[in-house]
């Protein structure tokens, strides 16, 4: 078996003991990353033919007809601490995502249709963004991730998740920017995200955060009210 950890992480092991008794070809791993919890695949057999894709962020590749289970945290989990990688000031941050950004977009000249890179292409132009917030480069850089995260809301391949994320990348972006911006974008990206995934609350507290700013309190109060059914935990977060 390969047990699959980045440099600045580490794993908690709990009863490791029932290590000793895989049987599956993979297992799925739980992770706590900043507050959030998920899990993915980070223990496989190196003998069934499992690989990594993608130019940078890569993602585990199942070959057919694999058995897959998932460790209880009590056994194992993985902490994602962050680290040293992107740079140790904003300036060097800056450029490993526009590094990143340069191979996303030679991926998608070779392959128009990898909704991975076109999803990270967003996210690096963001994340560059993010290094020189309000400035005008940073702005220019936001305005391009915008232009990149709706791209990836057309395209439905790859992993849905990333649609719900980008129109939520798309309301706030264009909330924290502000002006004709933000009224042309932020509610039809948050109730796209809605529509996306009526289960997450995290766009009707954005649109109850919105039009309290806009002080349409009506409208406010309406949105912090969706969620007022119970809500089921997904079994994978």
């Not at 003991?17 to 993915?40: M, P």
């Not at 990333?162 to 798309?170: A, C, D, N, T």
Request: glycine share 8%.
């Amino acid at each position: 078996y390969l047990l699959m950890l980045d440099c600045d992480d580490m794993f908690v092991e709990g009863d490791g003991s029932l290590l000793k008794h895989l049987t599956h070809d993979a297992y799925e791993v739980w992770f706590e990353d900043g507050g959030r919890t998920y899990v993915r695949t980070q223990l496989f057999k190196s003998t069934r033919g499992f690989y990594y894709k993608g130019v940078a962020h890569e993602w585990l590749q199942d070959p057919p007809d694999v058995t897959k289970a998932r460790l209880l945290k009590e056994t194992l989990y993985y902490m994602r601490l962050g680290g040293g990688s992107a740079g140790s000031t904003p300036e060097a941050t800056k450029r490993k995502y526009m590094r990143d950004v340069a191979l996303f977009r030679k991926e998608l000249d070779r392959d128009p249709t990898d909704a991975r890179s076109q999803y990270y292409l967003a996210q690096s132009l963001k994340d560059a963004g993010d290094t020189c917030w309000g400035t005008p480069e940073g702005d220019e850089l936001h305005l391009r991730s915008i232009v990149e995260y709706e791209k990836r809301t057309k395209m439905e391949n790859g992993f849905w998740e990333e649609i719900f994320i980008s129109w939520m990348q798309i309301g706030d972006l264009s909330s924290r920017m502000g002006g004709e911006l933000a009224e042309r974008n932020v509610p039809k990206a948050y109730l796209r995200a809605i529509e996306r995934d009526y289960r997450r609350v995290e766009p009707c507290w954005a649109l109850a955060r919105y039009y309290n700013g806009q002080g349409k309190h009506a409208l406010a109060f309406a949105f912090t009210h969706m969620h007022d059914l119970p809500l089921v935990r997904p079994a994978d977060a």
